[in-house]
């Protein structure tokens, strides 16, 4: 094993420009030595592998071992087969040490001249880094006090004739803990080819162990509270249930427009019509929009609904089960986000939409206009403003001027009608709607409603909305008359939440961009 990770590095870095199709000279000397093993009759790419046991669990068996007094009188335990893709090799002439790297971390391998014999010993330098081996042998510990396996047979299980950028590895002598450098440094590079983000960066696999930890324990909440999981049309001939604009696409049988989905909304609540009562979806929507560091264009929800409860219930609901996922997922209610210490020990702090943007102004904006809303806008700068009515004027400066200030878990409440128009009229104030959206760390986490279920005023708001799109309002709600069909047979007072999951992951990961908690994220062209 003769290639350098240097070599690798500089490869990876190179095949990222716009090269010739010529191989490089590390991945023509690589594949002449797959042809080598094919020609010593090896296979490079067998089947299958028996692996008694994974990277940690032959580290802790090894310890059990010992600490029962277990071992042999050379100090030796069991035999174990692992596998794992070879990370490190240091050649010491008659005998080598590597590393193997599985799911579960690393465990060290010795290999002999005299255990595997002149011919075995002297085709491992047919071996890359990167390639995935399997070996047999018995565990023991080094002098430097590393449990390793005394190598007796070792399978090659696949050849890697593209070199991965391992970058230099180091570990610290007093923690043991290990840090590398160089590598894979470009962040659009890791994000187009995940595959090897992950192969050369543990800490991105924990990233996304947590994510998926996360989702379990929203699960596991929700069904605790008797919600029943649901799977609703991703293909839909109406899109709705936000404000956004579509994906559409043609299906060729029924010759006719179809739409991904922008939310599920509107269909979990044809289920509670039906009599479902607690319903939930954790699923994919898709929005035709621009990306940034916290909007991609198919990002994962979390919406559930429920029978005979408000918005406040909601919240109520909410707060739980996010100390409950919190708590989880970290072991804490107390996480840092980008450098900013955030509390999600509840009650959440609670401010009315409205009141908070009026002392940001220095100006009740009830009193204020159209017009007035405008030109404060515009002297903010503020984009997007063709259109825009007095609610959509309002967000965006609540955007502006208050959302940036909203670091601990905030519920934000009582929305203008004109941007809410799926929540039922406030029941103090007919301007309003009973709506929340939950922020922190400056950010939309969730948005809830106590549910509009009067058909006739759903109908009308419908009609507001088209109006609102001739004026130039692209992300407008179209007339949904099977929805409308629905709430005709009756809805009963519901209240319900979305949640976006890749948002909460970034928040419990401490990751800047979405992309970091995507596994493979929507990019411009190569």
């Known amino acids: 094993m003769t290639e350098s990770v240097e070599d690798g590095e500089a490869e990876v870095n190179a095949s990222q420009t716009p090269v010739a199709s010529e191989l490089s000279q590390v991945r023509r000397h690589r594949q002449e030595k797959l042809e080598a093993i094919r020609a010593s009759g090896v296979e490079p790419y067998p089947y299958a592998y028996d692996q008694s046991h994974l990277a940690r669990h032959t580290i802790s068996l090894f310890d059990r071992a010992e600490q029962a007094g277990e071992l042999d009188d050379d100090g030796r335990g069991e035999r174990v087969s692992v596998a794992g893709r070879i990370t490190s090799y240091r050649s010491h002439g008659k005998s080598a040490f590597a590393h193997l790297e599985d799911r579960t971390g690393q465990v060290q391998i010795y290999l002999r001249k005299d255990q595997l014999g002149d011919e075995r010993f002297e085709t491992l330098e047919l071996l890359d880094l990167g390639d995935w081996l399997g070996v047999e042998g018995v565990l023991f510990r080094t ?14 299980l696949s050849k890697s004739v593209r070199p991965l950028p391992l970058g230099k590895t180091e570990t610290d002598a007093e923690t043991g803990e290990r840090s590398t450098h160089g590598g894979f440094a470009d962040k659009e590079a890791r994000y187009r080819q995940r595959y090897a983000d992950l192969a050369v960066n543990p800490e991105v696999r924990d990233i996304f162990r947590a994510r998926a930890k996360i989702i379990s324990e929203l699960r596991s909440f929700l069904d605790a509270e008797d919600f029943l999981e649901v799977e609703t049309p991703a293909l839909q001939p109406l899109y709705g249930g936000a404000a956004a604009r579509p994906f559409l696409t043609k299906h060729n049988a029924l010759d006719r427009t179809l739409y991904l989905r922008i939310a599920d909304e509107l269909y979990l609540k ?79 702090q609670r401010v009315a939409m409205l009141s908070s943007l009026s002392e940001a102004l220095g100006a009740e904006v009830r009193a204020l206009s159209t017009d007035d809303l405008r030109g404060h806008a515009e002297r903010l700068n503020l984009s997007d403003l063709d259109g825009a009515g007095w609610g959509k004027l ?50 939309e986490i969730a948005n809830a409603f106590s549910e509009l279920n009067d058909p006739i005023d759903q109908r009308e708001r419908f009609e507001a909305q088209g109006k609102l799109k001739e004026a130039g309002d692209e992300e407008t709600h179209p007339i949904d008359e099977d929805y409308l069909r629905a709430l005709e047979y009756g809805m009963p007072p519901t209240g319900g939440l979305g949640m976006g999951v890749d948002r909460l992951t970034m928040l419990l990961t401490d990751q800047p961009s979405i992309r970091d908690v995507i596994l493979f994220p929507t990019l411009r062209d190569e």
């Open 143 to 156: 002098r430097t006090g590393e449990v390793t396996v005394r190598v007796q047979e070792w399978t090659l």
């Open 270 to 348: 044809r289920l509670i019509v039906g009599g479902l009562g607690r319903v939930y979806e954790i699923c994919k929507d898709f929005r035709n929009e621009g990306i940034d560091r916290f909007h991609n264009p198919e990002f994962t929800m979390l919406e559930f609904y429920i029978a005979f409860i408000d918005y406040r219930g909601v919240m109520d609901l909410t707060e739980r089960m996010l100390e409950h996922v919190v708590r989880a997922a970290t072991g804490s209610l107390e996480v840092v986000y980008q450098g900013q210490e955030i509390n999600f020990s509840g009650p959440f």
């Open 394 to 443: 309002i967000d965006k400066l609540f955007g502006e001027l208050v959302q940036p200030k909203l670091i601990q878990p905030t519920f934000v409440m009582d929305h203008p009608k004109e941007l809410s128009p799926l929540a039922k009229p406030h029941r103090d104030d007919p301007d309003l709607t009973e709506r929340f959206e939950l922020f922190v760390a400056g950010e």
